[in-house]
Nanobody
Framework: QVQLVESGGGLVQAGGSLRLSCAASGRTSRRYAMGWFHQAPGKEREFVAA????????YYADSVKGRFTISRDNAKNTTYLQMNNLKPEDTAVYYC??????????????WGQGTQVTVSS
């Protein structure tokens, strides 16, 4: 099994930045792709960004392209989401996930509990 714990969320003003971290434990030797998703109340969980095991391939939702950057440090068992130029519509709970896929929720097997990001105008 893999356990994932997100951190780094909080309250930030529009235009500000946050860096989310996802710490993995358990079977971290498995070569999982990692993804970030977010979910606002009453809405579906939406894809944000994903990265392959070695980090050579990255994928972004159109809404965050150019603002967010996903990265990973396998030696530290940690995946990051750098969020710049935050907008109020980015407000959501952010989840990290480990799996075999890229953009789809169904392609991920393990999920963290989420961290709240709130962007004020």
């Amino acid at each position: 099994q893999v356990q994932l714990v997100e951190s780094g969320g909080g309250l930030v003003q529009a235009g500000g930045s946050l860096r989310l971290s996802c710490a993995a434990s358990g079977r971290t030797s498995r070569r999982y792709a990692m993804g970030w998703f977010h979910q606002a109340p009453g809405k579906e969980r939406e894809f944000v960004a994903a990265i392959s095991w070695r980090g050579y391939s990255t994928y972004y939702a159109d809404s965050v392209k150019g603002r967010f950057t996903i990265s990973r440090d396998n030696a530290k068992n940690t995946t990051y989401l750098q969020m710049n130029n935050l907008k109020p519509e980015d407000t959501a709970v952010y989840y990290c996930a480990a799996g075999t896929g890229a953009r789809r929720v169904s392609e991920y097997d393990y999920w963290g509990q989420g961290t709240q990001v709130t962007v004020s105008s």
